[in-house]
DNA sequence: AAACAAATTGGAACCGGTTCCAAATACGCC
DNA sequence: GGCGTATTTGGAACCGGTTCCAATTTGTTT
């Protein structure tokens, strides 16, 4: 393993100064063509690479060429995307990513977390809370001390208290859309599962239903929420309730769910009731998962525009860790794309509730 | 931003030696309780936390306390699950990780990714190929060069003129059991969908299959192979090809996929064509992903234990950087686990073919 | 060919830590 | 209290680069 070689091993075959060979890697110097030439067929020669750490510690301007991301661990999609397209992103700009992962269902200490963070001074740091855009009381207190030492970009709703670039979709607004497009197929009485304990927790998604709900005039069907409900197990569960536990009358004709996943386990348990996707019941799911077009039947669904996001987060990063003067924080809107696929048919007209 | 802080402002405020703040820092040698409790005060107050590149420059001890895994970009559940089982371990011991995607559908030059590895003097290296366990050319070459500079552990199965530790599922036999599994339920013209191009580039899984088919005497329906079969529609395609351009003699009652992914598709296409799963024809997908338990029928599948894998090639990569004597590289093979469903039946004895 | 400016190069200091070595202090014992 | 040893502490060198400054070389102009 490893014969360790430095720019002095370097110089010294090269017949020339260390500065010199640092001026060769760098590029930043003027060097002969000629002198150049002689270091530069060295260094192809040996394979000399130099060390980053020891780059990095140059003066106080950051060159870790390495960006953090905060983000949940990647079991969903939807942070596959997000870290997919970071990373890539990144690295096409010769930059590496660190990953820094939120462990799903432990205790974790977010402070420890950005400590490793600023410990490693990289050039900046990218917050992605997932699917769930709930925020610890802790997360602001940790993040604005993280942005004492690099620039921070979060691929999230606007958080309070804390004063970063968000890159934010509406997805309450494109939610909505969604219910209103139910309510044009007839729907009437609606219901919304996964998502946190209580609806007040599950963000955004939950808000645009409510809102829909309360503006359009439906009859909002509560059900049960598991704890911790964005797995396709809570969506089983949640369709087990509504269609179990419910008599005739007060059941749901169309169901929106909080994500892909929920609506995967809610088409599984329907099936397993004989109920009929989208003339007994339409569902509607959210992420635009790479399954979404193969369930059966493929599901409509909301595409968050993830890798768009991910990609503008990063060269945002990039370009701030290269300015002096930091640049203010700004949030960026947009809204994601309703797809429609088949689990909602396409009747219009007013139809019976089950 | 950043009014940054080093050893020396810390030494300062404490009226001792730069050298005591680093050994309260390290913990290393002896240091009065009095001192300490002095020094550590102050660096609890600041917040300081020390420069991990200023640390990793020390001697020749690696200590970036990072770990770099190389792996396909996170799109598929499989890397996904290897991905956050490897960083969570290594945080558990102290570690972070530095992802290195190789690009799907895309050109990439390993030695360029393996030269960043080196470059950051890494504590060591994860490999893993992905679902696909095809080996470029230029591969060997390149991680070789990278064990010059750091541990490697691949999760893999051996791969010629590498000389690293290997941890391998023999999935080969498991599959062979899988068809064997087929066979005993009265199956005999049988299918395998997915993978590469051709047969023979679609590693351990085919020849698992192709082994199972020559010694059980089954009958093998060839199906076309999309290029870079690993998603759904080449499941979809597969499926077309089989039922709809071959006679009704010619079709497989069984059909062995690829992955979970491509099982998905040809699930879809079989219910598209009228077909009953697994009444009229049986499928078996592979890896387990969290989504096989909710198709329909839920999918029989063959579980990796990939999670289990990363965190046992963390932990050999951390103790053997930790070793000043290079451990000899092993490889070790364990068995996948098959996971029964209810996408075979539970028939026994011979069957029609369709 | 001399004088001067511009380009190139070498030497040294520095980035922020760790560690070695020697000096200073504390401790134990007679 | 004096002496020897163990512990604690400070100072300096070092890790592997970059960059500043000054010295040297090269090139231009008269």
């Known amino acids: 393993m490893a014969e360790k070689m430095t720019i002095y091993d370097i110089a010294r075959e090269a017949g ?8 060769v890697l760098t590029g930043h110097s003027n060097v002969s063509a000629k002198t150049r030439e002689k270091v530069q067929a060295i260094i192809d020669r040996r394979h000399f690479t130099p060390n980053l750490a020891a780059q990095a510690l140059e003066q106080n301007k950051q060159r870790t060429k390495t960006i953090g991301v905060i983000m949940p661990e990647v079991t969903d999609h939807y942070s596959g995307k997000i870290l997919c397209a970071a990373t890539r992103e990144a690295r096409r700009l010769g930059y590496e990513t660190l990953l ?61 208290g804390i004063n970063c670039t968000f890159l934010h979709n509406d997805l309450e607004t494109t939610i909505y859309h969604a219910v209103q497009h139910l309510y044009m197929l007839g729907h009437r009485r609606t219901a919304f599962i996964g998502g946190a304990r209580t609806m007040r ?110 990609r503008t987060a990063v060269n945002e990063l990039i370009n701030c860790s290269k300015e002096s003067t930091p640049k203010p924080p700004f949030t960026l ?22």
Chains 1, 2 share one sequence.
């Open 100 to 160: 820094f992962q939120l462990p799903i269902g432990e205790k974790y200490d977010i402070g420890e977390i950005v400590d490793q963070l600023i410990r490693r001074r990289l050039d900046g740091a990218l917050y992605s809370g997932g699917v769930l855009e709930v925020v610890r009381a802790d997360l602001p207190g940790a993040l604005n001390r993280l942005m004492e030492y690099m620039p921070l970009v979060a691929i999230s709703p606007p958080i309070a």
């Open 201 to 310: 927790d599950s963000g955004a998604r939950a808000c645009g239903y409510l809102r829909a709900v309360r503006e359009l005039g439906l009859t909002d069907i509560p059900s049960y929420h598991g704890e911790g409900g964005f797995t396709a197990e809570s969506g089983e569960i949640a369709v087990l309730r509504l269609f179990s536990e419910t008599s005739a009358g007060h059941r749901p004709s169309a169901i929106l769910a909080f994500s892909d996943l929920v609506a995967l386990g809610a088409l599984k348990q329907l099936h397993v009731m004989g109920l009929q996707v989208p003339e007994d019941v339409a569902i509607i799911g959210c992420d635009n998962t790479f399954f979404s077009a193969y369930t059966l039947p493929p599901l409509t669904t909301i595409d968050l525009y993830s890798e768009e996001r991910a």
């Open 333 to 354: 809107v947009r809204a994601p794309a309703f797809i429609v696929r088949e689990s909602c048919g396409v009747m219009l007209g007013r139809r019976e509730n089950l």
């Open 16 to 23: 020339v100064a260390p500065s010199t060979v640092s001026r």
